[in-house]
């Protein structure tokens, strides 16, 4: 299995220009978000026993958040913590607006999917996830290492 570093190297080949490396810091976690806000809804047939709201989107992080542990433990605790983040977010979207869930997710997800397609046009390069879908998984990781980098935390 490969490092993070060797995943951030080789996501880095394709993310160099500073216009798409812009975008990317907006878009990668909005997307990440927005994946969560799509399996927000979609019903649940367990939920009942449940004190708080179970969703898809708790059930699939988990599988995810391995992912994210197994490249490095501090990496596993930074996406644990935006992946709550990003709940809290949900949920708070969930009570104060009446546009479901899913639907601001998706328009958002449209959104943000057109911008990153913008960058890796100004960059000259395909999205690193034509040449393999785990990058779609370490967008937000390489992100999170560049605040990593910033304050000295050793992934």
């Given at each position: 299995m490969k490092t993070a570093q060797q995943w951030?190297?080789?996501?880095?080949?394709?993310?160099?220009?500073?216009?798409?490396k812009a975008i990317h810091w907006l878009?990668?976690?909005?997307i990440y978000f927005c994946?969560?806000?799509?399996l927000w809804q979609i019903p649940m047939p367990f939920t009942t026993f449940a004190e708080q709201e179970?969703?898809?989107?708790?059930i699939i992080a988990g599988p995810i958040l391995l992912f994210y542990f197994n490249l490095s433990f501090s990496l596993g605790v930074g996406m644990t913590l935006f992946t709550a983040l990003c709940v809290m977010m949900l949920r708070w979207y969930q009570q104060s607006f009446t546009l479901d869930v899913w639907v601001m997710s998706l328009i958002v997800f449209v959104v943000m999917w057109v911008l990153q397609f913008i960058g890796h046009k100004i960059e000259g390069k395909?999205?690193?996830?034509?040449?393999?879908?785990?990058?779609?998984?370490?967008?937000?990781?390489?992100?999170?290492?560049?605040?990593?980098?910033?304050?000295?935390?050793?992934?």
């Open positions: 951030f190297d080789e996501y880095g080949h394709s993310h160099k220009n500073s216009i798409n878009a990668v976690p909005v994946v969560l806000g799509l179970v969703t898809w989107s708790l395909k999205p690193s996830f034509f040449q393999d879908v785990q990058f779609l998984l370490i967008g937000p990781a390489w992100l999170l290492g560049f605040i990593y980098r910033r304050f000295n935390i050793n992934y």
